[in-house]
């Protein structure tokens, strides 16, 4: 029960618990602050899951209240709140990817408008008295803010307070989540304790590195998503550092841990890295995707790394104009989402016709049949 666990406040509590046979309410909470779910978060939905296995009722909550609020807990400058109806588009398909993981039928699925939205001033003035601002301001990210002169809204303030009541309106006896988490935790248990409640234990995970070595995010565009396509996300994987190679296998994948630590072994004694991280892009593509589409992830690598051909599964699109500029065409095709990004992935060398690289940003083309657009080497259209 202790992989992928930083750590667990009371310890001894829950294991007193779980020893006894209570069947416990075991609460995750995600704000939908992005369409997609990434592999960080599957780290504290492998624990839910590791719960639901055991036995215990499991809860995950879809924050489209708290998403609309926004959470900085890990931020190094204030996050903008969203629109009721960018979280509403975001989390469409929230809990069909969190299915991918835990069992949806055996989970309670909750939204915490259904019980944020209904607090009055009174009730949230009388549960801010719980807390002092010293409290929230000794924070390491949010003291390193104040004392770099940025803003720091008192909407910030209220985050953990909202949090906290979700696990006091569903009398939570653990919840799970990141390690940038543990002050909201912390105050859930407070909050708890303020409504006579018996306070949850909570278990934090640790962060996860994104592609580029820094903490996983959505906002910075360095995730491996749950919803990425086979080909891509073995892509992903292929691409990570070496020296996240078993951080990964222990984190996000339920491998035997033996089998993990002989791969640490054999790669401190000089095996080849890549070797490993095939296994690690396999077995990830394996969970989300299944086998069959895991082995057609690493034939088309390979055909187009090593033998630099075009994978065998390109998406087919239909083109009605005969001749466009650049932008228009990658935009139509679906491969950027503003003309700024095909701008941007051009001077990055990153766009191909027929093989051949495109420089200019203001380039014209002829369109023809079984022409084939790509961005960078996992992205590829073929026009019909």
């Not at 989540?177 to 912390?186: A, I, K, M, P, S």
């Not at 996300?233 to 089998?259: A, H």
Request: charged content about 35%; hydrophobic content about 35%.
């Amino acid at each position: 029960m202790e992989r992928g666990v930083e750590e667990i406040i009371d310890k001894k509590n829950l294991e007193k618990k779980l020893l006894s046979g209570k069947k416990l309410r075991v609460k995750l909470g995600i704000d939908p602050t992005s369409p997609n779910i990434h592999i960080g978060r599957s780290i504290p939905l492998l624990k839910l899951k590791d719960f639901q296995d055991l036995g215990h009722k499991v809860v995950f909550i879809v924050g489209d209240f708290t998403g609309v609020i926004g959470d900085t807990s890990d931020k190094e400058s204030e996050r903008p709140m969203l629109s009721e109806a960018e979280v509403k588009k975001n989390l469409k398909n929230y809990t069909k990817q969190a299915g991918k993981i835990i069992d949806l039928n055996k989970c309670e699925i909750r939204y915490n408008s259904e019980w944020l939205s209904k607090l009055g001033y009174s009730q949230i003035v009388k549960q801010a008295n719980i807390f002092s601002l010293n409290e929230f301001i000794a924070r390491e990210n949010i003291k390193k803010r104040l004392s770099e002169g940025k803003r720091v809204s008192l909407r910030e303030t209220l985050y953990p307070l909202m949090q906290g009541y979700d696990s006091v309106a569903l009398k939570a006896d653990v919840e799970l989540g990141g390690t940038d988490q543990r002050f909201n935790l912390l105050t859930g248990r407070e909050m708890q304790r303020y409504h006579k409640e018996e306070p949850q234990d909570m278990i934090t995970n640790p962060l996860i590195e994104g592609l580029d070595g820094r903490k996983m995010s959505s906002s910075w565009g360095n995730t491996i998503n749950l919803t990425d396509p086979p080909e891509e996300m073995y892509g992903k994987v292929m691409s990570l550092k070496d020296e996240l190679i078993i951080r990964y296998f222990t984190l996000v994948t339920r491998v035997d841990i033996e089998d993990v630590k002989k791969y640490d072994e054999e790669i401190k004694k000089g095996a080849n890295p890549k070797d490993y991280k095939e296994k690690l892009a396999f077995e990830l593509v394996k969970i989300y995707h299944g086998e069959s589409e895991a082995e057609k992830a690493k034939k088309n690598f390979y055909k187009v790394f090593k033998e630099k051909e075009v994978p065998e599964d390109i998406k087919e699109v239909f083109v009605k104009k005969e001749e466009m500029d650049i932008l228009e065409l990658l935009l139509d095709v679906g491969l950027v989402n503003s003309r700024s990004e095909g701008k941007r992935f051009i001077n990055q060398k990153g766009i191909k016709i027929d093989g051949e690289t495109i420089l200019d940003t203001n380039y014209k083309t002829k369109v023809k049949k079984g022409m084939i657009i790509s961005l960078g080497r996992r992205n590829f259209r073929k026009v019909i």
